[in-house]
């Protein structure tokens, strides 16, 4: 192969990866975005009487508790009912927000205790919302409250993939060996080990493919155990900062279901 031929081959493979990176980044910034918009956010008890009252509810749902172990970089907190409806109580608007609210937590509302829907519900301030519901013609709009957040998940696990194909299938990687950075990646919260494994790694970082970054010469690399550490440290550590910034910038900036 002459060497413009060769320098062809270079820069359309350069190419091909920067737009394979940018690409990957715009999917996390929508999943991130969409996940962050529709994250379950808590409102008072008139917040979720009005909304139903001026039709704004377009899917809602009944829960005890709220499940919270996420399984995907971008699986948010749901609703689940041991069969009783209530005490939470969730709702769609038509933006796309979810809301919740705890409907044992009333005030000065008139609340009935049997509301003559045949139905279970955890206490008075329940009954009259679903009261509520039935006058307003949106009692058939139950269920479906999260189904939006499913398109953040579902890119989650597109993402995922395409990092696993490239980690096994693409160069080698030259700061860390593939084990290194499939626990880092894969452990972290959120993908953001997918952004920092975009900005350092072969390919996308110039320097990193600079590197020797083969199995056997170059003994300096982060091995599997290291990135199994590092992937623990910062699902902790964000954690915690999730938790100190909810107290600092409340809710409605970065939300947390039962918080």
């Not at 699986?75 to 933006?95: I, K, M, Y």
């Not at 030259?174 to 790694?201: I, K, M, N, Q, S």
């Amino acid at each position: 192969m002459s060497d413009g031929s060769r320098g062809l081959a270079t820069v359309r493979a350069i190419a091909w990866w920067t737009v394979l990176r940018l690409v990957l980044v715009l999917l996390w910034l929508f999943a991130a975005a969409t996940v962050w918009w529709t994250a379950p956010r808590q409102h008072d008890y008139d917040q979720a009487r009005a909304d139903v009252a001026a039709g704004r509810v377009v899917a809602y749902q009944w829960g005890d508790s709220w499940d919270q172990s996420r399984r995907g970089w971008f699986d948010v907190a749901e609703l689940r009912s041991a069969g009783q409806l209530g005490p939470l109580f969730g709702w769609r608007t038509a933006d796309g927000r979810v809301h919740w609210t705890d409907t044992a937590a009333f005030g000065e509302v008139t609340a009935a205790a049997d509301d003559g829907g045949g139905g279970s519900y955890a206490g008075p301030g329940a009954a009259a919302l679903a009261r509520d519901l039935r006058a307003a013609g949106l009692e058939e709009r139950v269920g479906g409250v999260q189904s939006v957040v499913r398109v953040g998940t579902q890119i989650g696990f597109v993402l995922l993939v395409t990092f696993l194909v490239v980690l096994v299938g693409g160069p080698a990687p030259a700061l860390g060996t593939r084990w290194y950075w499939f626990w880092l990646v894969y452990l972290t919260p959120l993908g953001l080990g997918l952004l920092w494994w975009l900005g350092l790694e072969r390919p996308w970082s110039g320097k990193a493919a600079a590197l020797p970054g083969v199995v056997g010469v170059d003994q300096r690399r982060y091995t599997g155990l290291l990135g199994f550490a590092f992937g623990l440290l910062a699902a902790l550590g964000i954690s915690l900062l999730t938790m100190v910034l909810h107290i600092v910038l409340g809710g409605w900036w970065v939300p947390q279901p039962g918080g």
